[in-house]
């Protein structure tokens, strides 16, 4: 098991949910949602560094068909963004359901689905994060897929 901080990001056209783990990679917080727009992947690379953390986790939104769609190319972009201003390492994963577990939580906490709009990116970044440390843990494998760097 790798040990160092990780941060994850739940990328969305409005705003971007960002959560990261502990230095012992086991347990995923919430940081922050930020809103998505021309300075977004320089707030992320920001934090990043801030934390200097290890790697990136992004979700990726695949639809429920495991198509990637126009949300799919959205997040594609902003991660080619992102690795065009840091060196560090990017891994996406499969985002499907978060955003719902997220809610669950909230809701099983006491939220409404009005209450929690304002926590429910970074929460799903929480659950997307938590997910993947969780594997990790288990298999000793980093889970995701790496994104490679263009030459």
Same mark, same amino acid.
């Given at each position: 098991?790798?040990?160092?901080?990780?941060?994850?990001?739940?990328?969305?056209?409005?705003?971007?949910? #960002?959560?990261?783990? /502990? @230095?012992?990679?086991?347990?995923?917080?919430?940081? /922050?949602?930020?809103?998505?727009?021309?300075?977004?992947?320089?707030?992320?690379?920001?934090?990043?560094?801030?934390?200097d953390v290890i790697e990136i986790i992004v979700g990726m939104p695949i639809s429920m068909s495991g198509e990637l769609? @126009?949300?799919?190319?959205?997040?594609?972009?902003? #991660?080619?963004?992102?690795?065009?201003?840091?060196? #560090?390492?990017?891994?996406?994963?499969?985002?499907?359901?978060?955003? *719902?577990?997220?809610?669950?939580?909230?809701?099983?906490?006491?939220?409404?689905?009005?209450?929690?709009?304002?926590? #429910?990116?970074?929460?799903?970044? *929480? *659950?997307?994060?938590?997910?993947?440390? /969780?594997?990790?843990?288990?298999?000793?494998?980093?889970?995701?897929?790496? *994104?490679?760097?263009?030459?």
């Amino acid at each position: 098991m790798r040990t160092g901080i990780r941060l994850a990001c739940d990328v969305g056209k409005a705003r971007i949910g #960002i959560a990261r783990s /502990d @230095p012992m990679g086991v347990l995923a917080v919430p940081l /922050d949602a930020i809103p998505a727009g021309e300075n977004a992947a320089l707030r992320v690379r920001d934090i990043a560094l801030e934390y200097d953390v290890i790697e990136i986790i992004v979700g990726m939104p695949i639809s429920m068909s495991g198509e990637l769609g @126009p949300a799919a190319e959205f997040t594609n972009s902003w #991660i080619r963004e992102l690795m065009s201003i840091t060196d #560090i390492p990017v891994r996406t994963h499969d985002e499907r359901l978060t955003t *719902v577990q997220a809610q669950r939580g909230l809701h099983e906490a006491g939220r409404t689905t009005k209450s929690s709009r304002s926590v #429910i990116d970074s929460a799903s970044a *929480v *659950v997307l994060l938590q997910t993947c440390l /969780d594997s990790e843990r288990s298999s000793g494998n980093p889970m995701g897929t790496e *994104v490679r760097r263009e030459v």
